[in-house]
């Protein structure tokens, strides 16, 4: 396997890149292929079967263009097919619900921990299984947010409907204890803000990204597949939808310029 190979990411939009941002961090030696299937935008809504077939084409689209490594940026996606991807590629391949759970473990210190997600991702039971699998005693409580991602998706976070939507749909949380929240959809900490305004001080925030990006980190190096000089970085972007959205949620939210996003066409 050639370590200069890029390390691939999806996502169904613009979430998976809040993950690519914290591998950009963390390992800024590495090259990043992203894909975000924002035609198909939302995933969680979705059936199951469907949610895996799509996840497949875009998988298909990255090993395409060769990887060294896979990430399945995507809480959704990681629900539906992650076992199934990673029993059938020979590349590594990480999804983003266990480094959540392993980040939001740490965190919690009276163990009652609240996970918002997309209706996939919340009905699979996926967090609770990881958290549970970890911490036995720890109590979650789960709640479906799927107003969230069209938010992020339209660029509507600054927005007064969108506040009050997020208000609105956190308020079971108002009065619960939980101290940890888990943001189990990647394209929930593009409205961190916001959400950080309704918890209040008291709850932390938790976002897989910066957890995944460390387990990608230990398994690069484990696999002798990471990068070991700086060459030029020549990062690449696809989109199945508007490429001009894209370029203008990514540049923002990347902090990069970013010269062209590509059309993929799965
Ligand atoms: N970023 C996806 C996730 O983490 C969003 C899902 C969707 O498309 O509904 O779950």
């Not at 199951?48 to 996606?77: G, H, P």
């Not at 609770?128 to 992020?152: D, G, M, N, Q, R």
């Not at 030029?232 to 199945?240: D, K, S």
């Amino acid at each position: 396997m050639d370590r200069e190979l890029p390390i691939g990411l999806l996502d169904s939009g613009v979430g998976g890149l809040t993950v690519a941002k914290e591998i950009m961090r963390q390992m800024p030696k590495e090259r990043i292929i992203y894909i975000g299937d924002n035609a198909r935008c939302p995933y969680g809504p979705r059936p199951r079967e469907e949610i895996q077939d799509f996840t497949w084409d875009l998988v298909k689209f990255l090993l395409n263009q060769k990887i060294k490594m896979l990430i399945i940026a995507c809480n959704t996606a990681t629900a539906a097919a992650l076992v199934d991807i990673k029993a059938k590629l020979d590349i590594p391949v990480l999804g983003v619900i266990n480094p959540g759970a392993r980040a939001a473990i740490k965190a919690t210190k009276n163990k009652s921990i609240g996970v918002i997600g997309t209706i996939a991702t919340i009905e699979s039971g996926a967090y609770e299984l990881a958290l549970k699998s970890i911490h036995p005693y720890v109590k979650v409580t789960s709640l479906a947010c799927p107003k969230f991602v069209p938010i992020v998706e339209s660029c509507e976070w600054n927005s007064r409907t969108a506040n009050k939507i997020i208000d609105e749909t956190l308020t079971p949380f108002k009065q619960s204890d939980i101290d940890t929240l888990v943001l189990g959809c990647t394209h929930y900490p593009l409205i961190y803000n916001s959400i950080h305004e309704v918890m209040g001080p008291n709850v932390k925030i938790i976002s897989s990204g910066e957890e995944t990006a460390r387990e990608a980190s230990v398994v690069l190096h484990h696999n002798n597949l990471m990068m070991d000089q700086f060459s030029t970085i020549n990062h690449q972007f696809f989109t199945t939808g508007s490429r001009s959205r894209f370029k203008q949620i990514a540049q923002d939210w990347l902090e990069i310029p970013i010269a062209t996003v590509g059309k993929a066409r799965l």
